[in-house]
């Protein structure tokens, strides 16, 4: 054999094998390469996208955690004044109450300092009578001398 018709033959084949890897192997290979390619970048940008969705829940929450914090401390605020102001109000009404009492009590002790008085006047009465029976002796008519008596227990 000769080496020409050799090396001839051999690069006849070698186009041939690189004619069918272009045409055959390699347009599948790269369409393949190409797919992963735009998986992978696709993949990247929505790895991205949830980030920066991520960062924007957490900014979200973190304003939410804020507000609901304020509004929390504004009732609770509000809530302080109103129990404040209610238990100045039990206070003015206890003491409203008390008040009422006391002038209730002191109605009632002049009262019985009345009733006392009459009943010490009636008594002394009595005993004036029994007193000036002895005195006189003889019997004094309570009835007869009512106007007497009525003047006296005046006095008294």
Do not use: C, Y
């Not at 829940?57 to 129990?83: C, H, P, V, W």
């Amino acid at each position: 054999m000769n080496i020409n018709a050799t090396l001839f033959v051999q690069m006849v084949v070698f186009f041939i094998g690189a004619w069918v890897t272009m045409k055959f192997i390699w347009p599948p290979l790269i369409r393949a390469l190409d797919e992963r390619q735009k998986k992978i970048a696709d993949g990247l940008a929505a790895a991205d996208r949830g980030n920066r969705s991520l960062e924007e829940a957490q900014k979200k929450i973190a304003q939410l955690d804020a507000d609901a914090r304020a509004r929390s401390q504004a009732l609770m605020g509000e809530t302080e004044k109103r129990a404040q102001a209610v238990i100045e109000e039990a206070k003015v009404q206890a003491k409203a109450e008390g008040d009422r009492l006391i002038a209730a009590a002191k109605a009632d002790a002049e009262q019985e300092v009345v009733r006392a008085k009459d009943s010490l006047r009636d008594q002394v009465a009595v005993l004036a009578v029994a007193g000036a029976e002895q005195i006189l002796k003889r019997e004094v008519n309570a009835q007869v001398h009512a106007e007497l008596l009525n003047q006296l227990k005046a006095r008294l």
